[in-house]
């Protein structure tokens, strides 16, 4: 695994373009995404970040085909999702969602092999291509010694990486996790974001996530997009969209940024109702 700082980010790349144009997502009668437009960066980490309701996994979904437009449309390399056929699109775009589930007693090595679905035709069975790409992925996280272990068996971190396991044997140009470090404590947390962080540079695999974490999403991300009730209100690299007017705006929270003495990305420090109140410690 690599360390918590970043190191230098990817310059641009050229790829699997991933776009929405005059987006209108809604459940039922309930607006949620209103008039959106969107280009992801190719062979970037892209952050969608918001306060709660805002529409961010309401965007990954449509992004990911799992929710349909109301108006407007999701293009996949110029194509619209819905007109791309579902084995196809399964090869191109993967998704993990917020709490994926897997059957009860279900094998590490199983859960990743399923990655390899898309893959599989009546006449091309399981292969040593398929074979060769579940290797990898548990090699690359970490999984190799639990293979045979149950998921349900395993912590919390480990579980999220077996998740990302299938999703890295699927081989898709383009990723996309709906808050990938939910649940999991600070060090797997940091755990998470690097694997992807590798993922990203090793394969110049295009990565759209949603994450809660401001600070998280300033030193992962190569781009962010920030959104307010429906609306993106400021995208670009972190230390461009990561002001303290734009945190003010899109969380309604005062807050000073300063320059992260790690990984040389905005950091944020909150400042909230009561903190002149703090009483200092008391010397003894």
Not at 108 to 130: C, F, K, M, N, Y
Not at 202 to 213: A, G, I, K, P, Q
């Amino acid at each position: 695994m690599t360390s918590t700082e970043p190191g230098p980010r990817p310059g641009p790349a050229s790829g699997t373009q991933l776009t929405a144009s005059g987006l209108h997502l809604a459940y039922d009668n309930r607006l949620v995404v209103e008039n959106l437009d969107l280009a992801v960066p190719a062979g970037a980490v892209t952050a969608i970040v918001g306060a709660n309701a805002c529409g961010k996994s309401t965007l990954l979904r449509a992004l990911a085909r799992l929710l349909a437009p109301r108006q407007g449309v999701v293009q996949l390399d110029g194509r619209a999702l819905h007109s791309i056929p579902t084995r196809e699109l399964a090869q191109r775009l993967g998704i993990l969602p917020q709490t994926p589930v897997a059957p009860e007693g279900l094998t590490v090595i199983d859960l990743v092999s399923r990655g390899r679905s898309p893959h599989q035709t009546w006449w091309r069975q399981w292969s040593e291509a398929d074979e060769r790409a579940v290797r990898e992925a548990l090699e690359e996280t970490d999984l190799t010694d639990l293979a045979d272990r149950a998921v349900d068996e395993l912590s919390g971190g480990q579980r999220q990486r077996a998740w990302i396991a299938m999703a890295i044997a699927q081989g898709t140009p383009v990723l996309l996790l709906d808050e990938p470090t939910t649940y999991l404590d600070l060090a797997h947390q940091i755990d998470v974001l690097d694997l992807i962080t590798d993922l990203n540079r090793r394969e110049n695999r295009t990565v759209v996530m949603v994450l809660h974490d401001l600070n998280q999403a300033c030193r992962y991300a190569d781009h962010i997009v920030a959104m307010k009730s429906g609306r993106i209100v400021a995208e670009g690299p972190p230390a461009e969209v990561i002001t303290a007017a734009t945190v003010e705006d899109v969380f309604d929270l005062r807050c000073q940024v300063i320059t992260d003495p790690v990984s040389n990305t905005p950091l944020i420090i909150p400042m909230g109702r009561h903190l002149g109140a703090i009483p200092a410690p008391v010397s003894r």
